[in-house]
């Protein structure tokens, strides 16, 4: 079993940026988590969830959704179970509960965070 948290959102002005972090615990979750392609998820209000982007286990193969392209960077440190995702030139429709997950694929997450909200105010 994994276990994903999320940390590093908040508020932040338009232009700004943020980091997200997401620690993965739990039993055996070193190698299950080195081996497993990790990404995140966003979920505004009223709005179905979204794909942020994503990395690959074996090449650190990345991929962005179209809204995110050239503003996030997404990386992982297998050696210390996190995924981060670096957020720049935020803009208020990037504002969401943003989370963490990761499986076999990106296209069917196993494990999933609890979220962390990020605002982004005009």
């Known amino acids: 079993q994994v276990q994903l948290v999320e940390s590093g959102g908040g508020l932040v002005q338009a232009g700004g940026s943020l980091r997200l972090s997401c620690a993965a615990s739990?039993?055996?979750?070193?190698?299950?988590?080195?081996?497993?392609?990790m990404g995140w998820f966003r979920q505004a209000p009223g709005k179905e969830r979204e794909f942020v982007a994503a990395?690959?286990?074996?090449?650190?193969?990345?991929e962005y959704g179209d809204s995110v392209k050239g503003r996030f960077t997404i990386s992982r440190i297998n050696a210390n179970n996190t995924l981060l995702l670096q957020m720049n030139s935020l803009k208020p429709e990037d504002t969401a509960v943003y989370y963490c997950?990761?499986?076999?694929?990106?296209?069917?997450?196993?494990?999933w965070g609890q979220g962390t909200q990020v605002t982004v105010t005009s």
């Open positions: 739990g039993r055996a979750s070193g190698p299950i988590f080195s081996r497993s392609t």
């Open positions: 997950a990761g499986g076999a694929t990106i296209r069917a997450p196993v494990y």
């Open positions: 990395i690959g286990w074996n090449n650190g193969r990345t």
